[in-house]
């Protein structure tokens, strides 16, 4: 075994926050990332955003800086040979490891039929679909869920026809709920877009057809390595998985979330980023090791509209409100008993701001004091 070198399976956000937590928690040895991206890495979060409504964008614009490490683009890895403490190359390389990470991310889950659709991951899809835009004619899109509605709305901002098929009765259905849900069906019809929801039959497919119907997290690798998974590489919430001194972050794992006191899999970059960074941390200081605490946050804008989310698409029983909904900014609270699962703000980044503070520093609040205008949440926040 070769001691000081950590190994980072994967070249997305998870994988090069967790360098830079390594890092600055103080590891000194080698740090090797193995990406089968062939892009520096990048905040992919633009792809379904200004990417596609700005033409003039580059992808340079978006790239952020690598870590302090080794970084090996277009190097997929074959198998993770746990005994040995080796990772295996596609091309049959073997690199020992003193601690590996796993940061493998997510790939699009395809219709069958529909393979040759476009699936919105990498820059090249986005390239292919910013030249369908450039195009006169209609975007078909299957699937209501943020990627879909985000897509629809950077082709209507671009003067396109757009049709959307969605198989649940409202749009981004588990995560907001119906009410919500039909509030960005509202929104869509409103700019144009011919939204047809609680759909059975699918359009053939053709070269114009968009589809975005979720995730599966990339578990092969651990899967044939014996690590335990679960729709998700599972972790602890110090990010270490069912094997000595193999951690794992990011889209690939189910991690135990003890701020919802549940095992969580996000499928957003702000999260896999956080995530990253704290299990980086955590392996280079295992003396050290502190629990990823944040909750699960991201936001779409779609036409003139913020919408962001605090959560993990958790069972809720009711829905509270600060504001009035279908104002021009409200905060929804998808309660369970006495807990807040979820939040949702129209609008309402600052407030959100305060909100996800005390939620992820635990204060002490009640959903009344949420939900009431007059409560002063940045005092709250303050603690």
């Known amino acids: 075994m070769t001691e000081n070198r950590l190994v980072i399976v994967g070249g997305g956000p998870a994988a090069h926050a967790a360098a830079g937590g390594a890092r600055q928690a103080g590891w000194t040895g ?37 870590a302090e490490a080794e970084v090996r683009t277009g190097t997929a890895v074959a198998a993770l040979h746990l005994e040995q403490h080796q990772v295996e190359l596609e091309n049959g390389e073997r690199i020992a490891y003193d601690r590996v990470l796993l940061a493998t991310g997510g790939r699009p889950r395809t219709l069958p039929g529909y393979e040759d659709a476009i699936y919105l991951r990498w820059i090249p899809d986005a390239d292919r679909l910013r030249e369908l835009l450039d195009e ?31 198989s649940l009765p409202q749009p981004l259905l588990r995560m907001l709920g119906p009410v919500l849900g039909s509030l960005v069906a509202n929104l869509h019809r409103e700019h144009g877009v011919d ?64 701020a919802l006191e549940f095992p969580v899999r996000v499928e957003h970059f ?24 944040q909750w699960p946050w991201f936001w779409t804008d779609q036409y003139d509209q913020e919408i962001q989310y605090l959560g993990a698409g958790l069972t809720w029983d009711d829905l509270r409100f600060r504001g009035e909904l279908g104002d021009s900014s409200f905060v929804a609270f998808q309660v369970q008993g006495d807990r807040v699962v979820g939040v949702v703000a ?24 949420l939900c009431d205008p007059a409560t002063d949440l940045r005092a709250l926040a303050r603690g």
């Open 30 to 66: 080698e740090l090797v990332i193995l990406s089968a991206d062939r892009y520096p890495p990048y905040d992919r979060t633009y792809l379904s955003k200004r990417y596609l409504r700005e033409p003039d964008l580059v992808p340079e614009r978006f790239t952020f800086p690598a």
């Open 136 to 166: 006169p004619r209609r975007i078909e899109i299957i699937g209501a869920g943020f990627i879909g509605c985000e897509v629809a709305a950077a082709a209507r901002d671009r003067g396109r026809e757009v049709t959307v098929y969605e």
């Open 195 to 258: 939204l047809r929801t609680g759909v059975e039959e699918l359009p053939e497919p053709r070269r114009n057809l968009v589809v975005g119907v979720g995730t599966e997290p990339n578990q092969d690798l651990a899967l044939a390595a014996g690590l335990d998974c679960e729709g998700g590489i599972l972790v602890n919430e110090h990010g270490r998985t069912s094997a000595p001194d193999v951690y794992a972050a990011g889209d690939c794992t189910r991690f135990w979330s003890p």
């Open 270 to 293: 702000q999260t896999a980023q956080r995530h990253g960074r704290q299990v980086g941390h955590n392996l280079a200081r295992p003396e050290a090791t502190q629990p990823f605490l």
């Open 346 to 369: 129209w609008n309402e980044g600052r407030t959100m701001t305060q909100i996800r503070r005390i939620l992820e520093r635990r204060l002490p609040v009640t959903v009344d004091q």
